[in-house]
């Protein structure tokens, strides 16, 4: 939607193994952000990047890389992924100055 | 700190009758408040958002949100539910000094019957 873009929609991966989950978007939004959506938490910020090369952690960061070499890509790597870590992950992104977020469709992450 | 409570995980109208979501807030500053959707498997749309000025919002689908400052709340409200309607939404919020980082509450499913 609004022109962000996640790959895979589905990934099944094993304990232990590196995952990374990408994002483009097509619209040049500053920020971008990834959470994470589990049963009973509603969305939880991992991380978020207010411009290329400019990243913060959130609520969640613990286990996740990030990487915003180019403003239009903002991919989230599992380094060791872990059960716990079996979820529905988001990218979204805003245009600088703005206020709401525009969502990409998920990508429904089992580790196994 | 923010925090979003959505005090209810689950909302059933029947169809034509009116809907209230509900939510609350914490925050620090003046608070910028959203709404979403979220149907199932889909990403979250954006519905509204209140950022200054008239306390009653407007936004698609024929949905409003009223913000009451002294109850930090921003109820989520339609005249005339649809079946249609049905989906998970999400109440969210941020600072206007805290840059792009909104906190969402749990989420509220609603349920519109025939």
């Known amino acids: 939607d609004a022109g962000i873009t996640q790959s895979p929609r589905y990934k099944i991966t094993e304990t232990g193994r590196q995952v990374t989950l990408m994002c483009h978007q097509t619209?040049?939004?500053?920020?971008m952000f990834w959470y994470r959506q589990d049963l009973g938490h509603g969305l939880r910020l991992i991380y978020y990047s207010a411009a290329a090369d400019i990243t913060d952690k959130g609520e969640v960061p613990d286990g996740y890389v990030v990487s915003r070499s180019k403003t239009e890509n903002f991919p989230l790597t599992l380094e060791s992924a872990t059960r716990s870590q079996t979820s529905v992950y988001f990218c979204a992104g805003s245009p600088r100055n703005a206020t709401e977020a525009f969502f990409g469709q998920g990508t429904r992450l089992t580790v196994v | 700190a923010q925090s979003v409570a959505q005090p209810e995980d689950q909302v059933n109208v029947a169809e034509g009758n009116p809907l209230t979501v509900k939510c609350t807030y914490s925050?620090?500053?003046?608070?910028?408040l959203f709404w979403y959707v979220q149907y199932p498997n889909r990403g979250l749309q954006f519905l509204l958002k209140y950022i200054t000025g008239d306390n009653l919002v407007k936004g698609s689908y024929g949905f409003e949100a009223e913000f009451n400052k002294s109850q930090t709340s921003f109820h989520l409200k339609k005249p005339s539910a649809l079946v249609s309607d049905s989906a998970l939404y999400f109440c969210?919020?941020?600072?206007?000094?805290?840059?792009?980082?909104?906190?969402f509450g749990d989420g509220t499913t609603l349920t519109v019957k025939p």
């Open positions: 925050v620090s500053g003046n608070p910028y």
């Open positions: 969210a919020v941020r600072g206007n000094t805290n840059a792009g980082k909104s906190t």
């Open positions: 619209w040049s939004h500053s920020y």
